[in-house]
Nanobody, 113 residues
Framework: QVQLVESGGGLAQPGGSLRLSCAASGNIISDMGWHRQAPGKERELVATISRSGITNYADSVKGRFTISRDNAKNTMYLQMNSLKPGDTAVYYC?????????WGQGTQVTVSS
């Protein structure tokens, strides 16, 4: 079993920044990542990171968001810069362990002036 606890969401102005964290406990974790879901839209992939640090980003966030992880702390981060109103969504972290995928509870990110 893996438990995930997210933090760092909130309100930001357009052009501002936020940093999300996802702390994991439990089994050994391989890949991790973030998805988001805006009202009335399907959940979409934002970014992924392997245990070795290989990253992948959705085109919509490339150059603005940075995903990272600290394996010693079992924690993953999403640094979000140059935020846009279109980034408003609930952000969910996930972690894969022994062929299962676990999800966090979600954290709201709102970008508005």
């Amino acid at each position: 079993q893996v438990q995930l606890v997210e933090s760092g969401g909130g309100l930001a102005q357009p052009g501002g920044s936020l940093r999300l964290s996802c702390a994991a406990s439990g089994n050994i974790i391989s890949d991790m990542g973030w998805h988001r879901q805006a009202p009335g839209k399907e959940r979409e992939l934002v970014a992924t990171i392997s245990r070795s640090g290989i990253t992948n980003y959705a085109d919509s966030v490339k150059g603005r968001f940075t995903i990272s992880r600290d394996n010693a702390k079992n924690t993953m981060y999403l640094q979000m810069n140059s935020l846009k109103p279109g980034d408003t969504a609930v952000y969910y972290c996930y972690a894969k362990s022994f062929f299962r995928t676990y999800w966090g509870q979600g954290t709201q990110v709102t970008v508005s002036s």
